[in-house]
């Protein structure tokens, strides 16, 4: 379709943006909030930013002819330490507990640092040809796991810099800070990483006393936090208010990111509406995991139909201020049987799955700059003179055709030079799928 230049300044015209995600864009937006501009990039930097003018276009101009252009994807939540073990480990039944048993079978019997590594740097090469600029992975870190992936992750995140920033958090049911000495020592080892401390919450008789000590340890060594909280469709489970209540009961400062939040929907809404006040005064974060949710929620051993989506409340949540996200979180695992970490088809998926249309309003923020804050990355998912020219060229000119096609043939552009689109071949992992 065009070209852009392997060397040297360049300006593209007729770049169709967002309002969203441009916020230093003055331009006479049309009702989906797009309006047409020109680009001007130099030394792997935008440098201007403005509204088209036909009069105006510079000589030698690469014409996009109204093709969207986005800043690079932020993915807040996956899992790419478990991602593509389906061949080797299905889920027998896709339900949430046939994914757990499988899966921790598999880590036990699998997880070599070899193994890790190389699935690992798989999903990364798909993040990074689909358009994704920045990525946080959980690592399971029940014992040994912890002292086999944290030194995994710390090699990949040097090798991919600058390519993907790469983020951690550490995952365990919150049952295992019970142990205090040990989840001491993972606090550390996590701090040592600059990682950020994660557990799975659950309605446990002591989930209080064990919220308290997450925190404290996310305290004592100035950690940020990220729960998996309540995913599930059992109407009790409230961990995602004591994680509000813990956070403003002890004073924290630091970021918390919650994800899944699924049972919320089930439950009544004066509750509903109790616990926001409480997530939003305490300044929770909150990402749906859209895909994964659909998969696993409302899965009937039965065979009969299922009958909610399975995601949380994310209009509600915005309405009343409190950052909200959508991201990949499983791929190729028995929490998710496909997925591909491509974050435009989350967008999409979460289009359908959560109506983020009639209006779109500001919800491309939820793939981009928000969780871009939600991860301290200043200046990630947003389209700024003076920031990175890191984004992708679409085919779609509006909302219906970006969202019908996969977008297969999207340019991804970064440091102002397009990249080599390559997916990695599923066989490369076959070794590692020999039962
Ligand atoms: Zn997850």
């Given at each position: 379709?065009?070209?852009?230049?392997?060397?040297?300044?360049?300006?593209?015209?007729?770049?169709?943006?967002?309002?969203?995600?441009?916020?230093?864009?003055?331009?006479?937006?049309?009702?989906?909030?797009?309006?047409?501009?020109?680009?001007a990039i130099a030394d792997g930097r935008i440098?201007?930013?403005?509204?088209?003018?036909?009069?105006?276009?510079?000589?030698?101009?690469?014409?996009?002819?109204g093709r969207i252009v986005m800043p690079c994807f932020v993915d807040c939540h996956t899992h790419i330490d478990k991602g593509h073990i389906w061949p080797r480990?299905?889920?027998?039944?896709?339900?949430?507990?046939?994914?757990?048993?499988?899966?921790?079978?598999?880590?036990?019997?699998?997880?070599?640092?070899?193994?890790?590594?190389?699935?690992?740097?798989?999903?990364?090469?798909?993040a990074y040809a689909h358009g994704t600029r920045a990525l946080r992975t959980h690592l399971d870190?029940?014992?040994?796991?912890?002292?086999?992936?944290?030194?995994?992750?710390?090699?990949?995140?040097?090798?991919?810099?600058?390519?993907?920033?790469?983020?951690?958090?550490?995952?365990?049911?919150?049952?295992?800070?019970?142990?205090?000495?040990?989840?001491?020592?993972?606090?550390?080892?996590?701090?040592?990483?600059?990682?950020?401390?994660?557990?799975?919450?659950?309605?446990?008789?002591?989930?209080?006393?064990?919220?308290?000590?997450?925190?404290?340890?996310?305290?004592?060594?100035?950690?940020d936090l990220d729960f998996h909280a309540d995913e599930t469709d059992d109407i009790s489970a409230i961990s995602l208010k004591k994680i509000a209540e813990a956070a403003l009961w002890n004073g924290f400062e630091g970021n918390?990111?919650?994800?899944?939040?699924?049972?919320?929907a089930r439950q009544p809404d004066l509750d509903v509406l109790d616990t926001l006040d409480k997530v939003a005064k305490a300044r929770l974060a909150v990402v749906s995991l859209p895909m994964c949710n659909l998969y696993l929620q409302?899965?009937?051993?039965?065979?009969?139909?299922?009958?909610?989506?399975?995601?949380?409340?994310?209009?509600?949540?915005?309405?009343?201020?409190?950052?909200?996200?959508?991201?990949?979180?499983?791929?190729?695992?028995?929490?998710?049987?496909?997925?591909?970490l491509d974050m435009l088809e989350v967008y999409r998926m979460a289009t359908r799955i959560l109506h983020f249309d009639h209006p779109v309003g500001d919800w491309p923020q939820a793939v981009t700059s928000t969780p871009a804050q939600m991860m301290r990355l200043d200046g990630f998912g947003t389209l700024a003179a003076g920031g990175a020219a890191d984004f992708v060229v679409f085919r779609g000119r509006n909302w219906t055709e970006l969202l019908s096609r996969p977008e297969s043939?999207?340019?991804?552009?970064?440091?102002?030079?397009?990249?080599?689109?390559?997916?990695?071949?599923?066989?490369e992992l076959d070794d590692l799928m020999v039962e």
């Open positions: 379709m065009f070209e852009i230049p392997a060397s040297g300044p360049y300006h593209l015209t007729n770049a169709r943006l967002h309002s969203s995600l441009a916020p230093g864009l003055s331009a006479a937006y049309d009702s989906d909030g797009f309006a047409l501009a020109d680009i440098s201007s930013i403005v509204a088209n003018r036909q009069s105006n276009t510079p000589a030698g101009a690469i014409n996009l002819g480990k299905p889920n027998p039944d896709g339900t949430f507990m046939g994914a757990l048993n499988a899966t921790g079978a598999d880590r036990a019997a699998r997880w070599s640092a070899d193994d890790v590594a190389r699935r690992m740097d798989f999903s990364l090469r798909c870190s029940v014992a040994p796991q912890e002292e086999i992936s944290w030194p995994v992750f710390e090699t990949i995140r040097e090798k991919w810099r600058g390519r993907i920033e790469l983020q951690a958090a550490c995952l365990l049911g919150i049952e295992g800070v019970r142990d205090k000495k040990w989840f001491e020592r993972l606090a550390k080892r996590v701090a040592a990483a600059k990682g950020v401390l994660g557990v799975v919450t659950y309605m446990l008789p002591d989930l209080e006393e064990l919220l308290d000590q997450v925190f404290a340890q996310a305290i004592k060594h100035g950690l918390i990111l919650v994800g899944h939040c699924c049972s919320l409302d899965r009937r051993s039965d065979k009969t139909t299922p009958r909610w989506r399975g995601v949380t409340l994310l209009h509600e949540m915005k309405a009343r201020g409190i950052p909200v996200a959508v991201a990949s979180d499983n791929t190729r695992d028995p929490f998710y049987a496909y997925g591909d043939d999207r340019i991804v552009v970064r440091e102002g030079r397009t990249i080599e689109r390559r997916l990695p071949d599923y066989a």
